[in-house]
Nanobody, 115 residues
Framework: QVQLVESGGGLVQPGGSLRLSCAAS????????MGWYRQAPGKQRELVAD???????NYADYVEGRFTISRDNAKNTVYLQVNSLKPDDTAVYYC?????????WGQGTQVTVSS
């Protein structure tokens, strides 16, 4: 069992930036894909970005070059740099670790974009 702990969320003004972190309690090397998802009130959880063990990256269309995902296998941590934030980016951001037979979620970190 691997625990995922997200951090770095908060209240930010439109146009601002945050760096979200997802720290795993164990090695993330065995997870084929590490990803960030988000869920806004009244909406379904949706993919933000994911990254494979080989470094292949996938972003949701709405990211539009504003977000950057990265993983540090040595630190068992995945990051999401979010820039040029918009009010529509307000959501709980969740970390996900997916392996051949496993699928773990963190508890989420709240990102609120408001003036």
């Amino acid at each position: 069992q691997v625990q995922l702990v997200e951090s770095g969320g908060g209240l930010v003004q439109p146009g601002g930036s945050l760096r979200l972190s997802c720290a795993a309690s164990g090695s993330i090397v065995s997870f084929r894909t590490m990803g960030w998802y988000r869920q806004a009130p009244g909406k379904q959880r949706e993919l933000v970005a994911d990254i494979t063990t080989t470094g292949s990256i996938n972003y949701a269309d709405y990211v539009e070059g504003r977000f950057t995902i990265s993983r540090d296998n040595a630190k068992n941590t995945v990051y999401l740099q979010v820039n040029s934030l918009k009010p529509d980016d307000t959501a709980v951001y969740y970390c996900n670790a997916m392996g051949p037979l496993t699928n773990y979620w963190g508890q989420g970190t709240q990102v609120t974009v408001s003036s």
